[in-house]
């Protein structure tokens, strides 16, 4: 079993910058690939963007140049830096673990950018 649990979310203005932290708990050393997806009222849940056990890392198109995924292993957690936010990148932000053949999903952390 893997729990996962967010933080950082918040209200930002337009250009702004957060940074998301994601903390896994239990089974940790199971975890194949770990992300970030974003859900919008109304929309489905999208990718944001990934890292594996070896640190390589994929982005959504809408993302890349803004946002960086990264790891620290030794203390179990994932980070989100976030940068040049737009009102469009407003969602709820569920951190995601693949291990043992399925995906482990955060309650998520609210992210509201304002203009």
């Known amino acids: 079993q893997v729990q996962l649990v967010e933080s950082g979310g918040g209200l930002v203005q337009a250009g702004g910058s957060l940074r998301l932290s994601c903390a896994a708990s239990g089974s940790t050393f199971s975890i194949i690939n770990i992300g970030w997806y974003c859900q919008a009222p109304g929309k489905q849940r999208e990718f944001v963007a990934s890292i594996d056990a070896g640190g390589w890392t994929k982005y959504a198109d809408s993302v890349k140049g803004r946002f960086t995924i990264s790891r620290d292993n030794a203390n179990n957690k994932v980070y989100l830096q976030m940068t040049s936010l737009k009102p469009e990148d407003t969602a709820s932000y569920y951190c995601?673990?693949?291990?043992?053949?399925?995906?482990?999903w955060g309650k998520g952390t609210l992210v509201t950018v304002s203009t």
């Open positions: 995601s673990g693949e291990a043992y053949g399925r995906n482990y």
